[in-house]
C-alpha cells in the first residue's frame, strides 16, 4: 500500500514538471517569431520620419537609399548596426551631416526594436 501511494506521488511529480515545462516552452514561443516583413519597414521609414530626409533616388536633406545602399553594400556593412551605433557613417562624413543623423539615432532611433531595424534596412535594401 505504501509502495502504491509513493509510486502514485512520483507519477503525479513527473507530470506536474512536465506539465510545467511546457508552460514555459509556449510562453517563448511568441517572442521567438519577431521577425518584420518589408512592408512593416516600409511603414516605419515613414512613420519615423526617415523619407522626410531620404528620398529613393534624390539627396534631400541626407543622402538618398540608393546611394546609402550602394555604399553598404560595397563595403558589406549593416544599416542595423549602423542605426544602433555600433558602425561610424560611411556614406557622408562631413562633420555638419553626421550630426544631424546622429541626433535621431541618440532621440527616437534609440527607441527601436532589433527587430524594427532589421525591417527598415531589409525596405532600405529593396530600392536598386
Ligand atoms: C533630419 C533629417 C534626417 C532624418 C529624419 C533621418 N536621417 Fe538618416 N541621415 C541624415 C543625414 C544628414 C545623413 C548624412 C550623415 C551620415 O551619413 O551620417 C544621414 C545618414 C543616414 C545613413 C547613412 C549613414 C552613414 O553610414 O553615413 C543611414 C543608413 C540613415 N541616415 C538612415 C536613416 C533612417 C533609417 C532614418 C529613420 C529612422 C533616418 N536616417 C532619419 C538625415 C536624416
Given at each position: 500500500m505504501k509502495k502504491t501511494i509513493l509510486t502514485l506521488a512520483i507519477i503525479s511529480l513527473i507530470t506536474v514538471s512536465c506539465g510545467d515545462k511546457k508552460k514555459e516552452d509556449t510562453s517563448k514561443e511568441p517572442q521567438s517569431v519577431t521577425e518584420l516583413t518589408v512592408e512593416d519597414g516600409k511603414a516605419l521609414f515613414t512613420s519615423k520620419t526617415c523619407a522626410t530626409c531620404h528620398q529613393p533616388d534624390v539627396k534631400l536633406i541626407g543622402p538618398s537609399i540608393k546611394d546609402i545602399n550602394k555604399i553598404y553594400i560595397e563595403n558589406n556593412a549593416s544599416i542595423a548596426s549602423f542605426l544602433k551605433g555600433e558602425l561610424s557613417p560611411i556614406?557622408?562624413?562631413?562633420p555638419g551631416q553626421v550630426a544631424i543623423m546622429k541626433a535621431n539615432l541618440d532621440s527616437f532611433?534609440?527607441?527601436?526594436t532589433d527587430a524594427e531595424l532589421k525591417a527598415i534596412e531589409k525596405y532600405m535594401h529593396t530600392i536598386q
Open positions: 556614406v557622408d562624413t562631413d532611433v534609440k527607441d527601436l
